[in-house]
Nanobody, 124 residues
Framework: QVQLVESGGGLVQPGGSLRLSCAAS????????IGWFRQAPGKEREGVSC????????YYADSVKGRFTISRDNAKNTVYLQMNSLKPEDTAVYYC?????????????????WGKGTLVTVSS
């Protein structure tokens, strides 16, 4: 059974940090690009970051550049999202998904498998 499971969410104060994990089971993660997405209340889901299958290429939304870092450990079948300098506007449910590719305009496409999400709340 193919599964992606996110973890690491929680409540953090503005300026704080969290590290999200996306663990895969039932398939080999290193065959896929993996993306992180988020959906805030009342807003559409948006792509946050993506990493190529080898880890050699990474992509970030402008809103998180310089604050978030995506990485992967294929031996552990896990992808991470290190989030620093968190802002209240980062509050959302964060999801990971397999991604087929990234367009030249930075849009992710071909998301086949999704996790159920982990909630990140940034508030004082």
């Amino acid at each position: 059974q193919v599964q992606l499971v996110e973890s690491g969410g929680g409540l953090v104060q503005p300026g704080g940090s969290l590290r999200l994990s996306c663990a895969a089971s039932g398939f080999t993660l290193d065959l896929y690009y993996i993306g992180w997405f988020r959906q805030a209340p009342g807003k559409e889901r948006e792509g946050v970051s993506c990493i190529s299958s080898s880890g050699g290429s990474t992509y970030y939304a402008d809103s998180v550049k310089g604050r978030f870092t995506i990485s992967r450990d294929n031996a552990k079948n896990t992808v991470y999202l290190q989030m620093n300098s968190l802002k209240p506007e980062d509050t959302a449910v964060y999801y990971c998904a397999t991604v087929l590719g990234v367009t030249t305009t930075g849009d992710y496409f071909g998301m086949d498998y999704w996790g159920k999400g982990t909630l990140v709340t940034v508030s004082s």
